[in-house]
C-alpha cells in the first residue's frame, strides 16, 4: 500500500493538495504544546489580565509598542549577566550556538506557528530576553549585583510590574532554554556566594505574590514547562486528592453567610498549601488567601494554562470556583476577612466579592477537586438538628443580654413549673 508522502520542497506551481502538505510536514506535536494564546472567551471576561504591560518575553507580544522601551534595559541586564562570565565574547556564542540548535524544541513548544521569525531572529529574542531574567532573577536575590543606576530597581513600581508580566501565559519561553542559558552564563566563582538554583532563583523572585514557603519547592521538582509552569507546580497540593468522590457530577454549596447561619463554622486552617481545605464536625478550615493586584492577573493566568493544559488536575480552577461559590456578596467576604481567611490588599469587599464572581466565567472544569468536601458540608446543612441548633444560637445567644434573657425566662419558667407542682400536691394533701 503506498504511503503519503510528505515533503518540504515547494514546487514552482503549488497546487491545493501540495500546500497541505506542506502544512503536514510542519505540524508540530499536540503533546508538546506549552505555551497558548488565552482563548477569546477569557479575554472577553478581563482582557488587561492576559497582556504584559512593560515588557515581552517571548515571541507573542514582541514588537507591541508598550512594551519596546524595555528592550535597551533588557541589552543592558545581558551584558552585566556576560561581562561575569570569563571570557563574554565566547559566552555569548556558546550561548547564541545553544538557542540554534534547539530552534525546532523551541518552536513545537507554541500551540500557534511562529513561523515569521527566522531562526536567527527567534535565537536572538530568546537569547535576550532569557539572559535578561536570569540577570534579573541574580539581582533580585542578590542585592550585591544591583547597579546605582539600575532603574528597575530604583523605580518602586518596576518589579512588581515585571513579576506580573513574567507570569503572563502568552509571555513565557521554554524553560529548558532558560536552564541552558543559565548552565553557561552564571558561575559561582563569578557571584562569590553559594549559588542558588535556577527554580530557587525563580521562587525567590515570584514569592511574595504566591504565599507560599519554601517547602513547596519539592513539589516544583516537576517537569516544569516554563516560569508560570513553575509557580503552578509550586501551588499544586501534596496530595493527589483530598476526597475521591463526585465523579460523574457534583453539588455546589451556599455561600459562606448562609452556611454560617446554618451552624457551619469557619476557621483560618495553618496548612502550608492552600488547596488543603477541610471540613471535619460542622466546621470549614480553609488556608489563607491574600488578594492584591498582582495576584488577580496571576490567577486568571494559572487557570488559563489550567484550561489549555490537559495533562493534569485542575487544582486552581477548583479552588476558585469553590471561593466563588463561597463568596456571593460583600457579606461574605467580609465573613471570611473576618475569620482571617482573605487577606485583602486589593479594594472593598466590593471588590474582592466581584473578582472571586468574574474569576471562573467562561470556565469549563471537568473534574472538581473538591467534589467530595461539598458533598460533606451539604450533608451536614441538610440535617435538621443542625439547622434548629443554628436557628436558636443565631435567635437566643447573639450578645450577652440575650443570653441573660434567656436564662432569666428559665429559671422564671423553673420557678413557675416548681409553684405548680407544689400547689398540685397541696392540693392532694
Not at 379 to 406: E, G, M, T, V
Request: include cysteine; glycine fraction near 4%.
Amino acid at each position: 500500500m503506498n504511503q503519503l508522502t510528505i515533503t518540504n520542497q515547494v514546487p514552482a506551481e503549488r497546487t491545493w493538495l501540495e500546500s497541505i502538505k506542506i502544512e503536514l510536514a510542519h505540524l508540530n506535536p499536540l503533546s508538546n504544546w506549552s505555551i497558548w494564546r488565552v482563548p477569546n472567551n477569557l479575554l472577553a471576561v478581563n482582557k488587561d489580565a492576559y497582556g504584559p504591560h512593560i515588557i515581552s518575553i517571548g515571541p507573542l507580544h514582541h514588537g507591541e509598542q508598550n512594551v519596546l522601551a524595555m528592550e535597551v534595559h533588557k541589552l543592558h541586564y545581558m551584558l552585566s549577566l556576560l561581562a561575569r562570565t570569563p571570557d563574554p565574547a565566547k559566552s555569548l556564542d556558546e550561548c547564541g550556538k545553544a538557542i540554534l540548535r534547539f530552534d525546532k524544541h523551541i518552536r513545537a513548544c507554541y500551540a500557534e506557528p511562529i513561523d515569521k521569525y527566522k531562526e536567527n531572529d527567534l535565537a536572538k529574542m530568546l537569547l535576550v530576553d532569557g539572559c535578561f531574567i536570569l540577570e534579573l532573577f541574580l539581582r533580585f536575590s542578590m542585592a550585591d549585583l544591583r547597579l546605582q543606576d539600575d532603574p528597575v530597581f530604583n523605580t518602586s513600581w518596576m518589579v512588581l510590574t515585571l513579576r506580573r508580566d513574567l507570569a503572563l501565559l502568552e509571555n513565557q519561553i521554554p524553560f529548558f532554554a532558560l536552564e541552558w542559558l543559565f548552565k553557561l552564563t552564571v558561575k559561582p566563582s563569578a557571584i562569590g556566594q553559594s549559588l542558588p538554583t535556577l527554580p530557587e532563583l525563580a521562587f525567590d523572585f515570584f514569592k511574595s505574590s504566591l504565599y507560599i514557603n519554601r517547602g513547596t519547592l519539592a513539589v516544583s521538582r516537576r517537569i516544569v514547562p516554563h516560569l508560570l509552569g513553575l509557580i503552578h507546580n509550586c501551588y499544586l497540593p501534596f496530595s493527589s486528592r483530598p476526597n475521591p468522590r463526585g465523579r460523574g457530577g457534583w453539588e455546589f454549596i451556599h455561600c459562606s453567610s448562609v452556611l454560617l447561619e446554618a451552624g457551619i463554622e469557619f476557621e483560618r486552617d495553618t496548612t502550608s498549601s492552600l488547596f488543603d481545605l477541610k471540613f471535619e464536625n460542622g466546621v470549614f478550615k480553609i488556608p489563607p488567601l491574600r488578594i492584591h493586584d498582582s495576584t488577580v492577573s496571576l490567577f486568571q493566568n494559572l487557570i488559563a494554562y489550567e484550561q489549555r493544559f490537559h495533562g493534569g488536575q485542575q487544582y486552581i480552577t477548583s479552588y476558585f470556583l469553590l471561593m466563588d461559590r463561597l463568596i456571593d456578596t460583600p457579606n461574605d467576604v467580609e465573613l471570611l476577612v473576618q475569620r482571617r481567611i482573605i487577606e485583602n490588599d486589593f479594594g472593598g469587599w466590593e471588590d474582592v466579592s466581584a473578582f472571586f464572581n468574574s474569576i471562573c466565567k467562561q470556565i469549563v472544569l471537568q473534574d472538581f477537586y473538591y467534589a467530595g468536601i461539598c458533598e460533606d458540608v451539604n450533608a451536614y446543612y441538610n440535617k435538621q438538628w443542625y439547622r434548629y441548633k443554628a436557628d436558636f444560637r443565631r435567635d437566643h445567644c447573639k450578645n450577652p443580654w440575650a443570653i441573660i434573657s434567656l436564662v432569666a425566662g428559665f429559671v422564671l419558667l423553673s420557678f413557675t413549673a416548681l409553684q405548680t407542682v407544689y400547689s398540685v400536691l397541696a392540693y392532694y394533701k
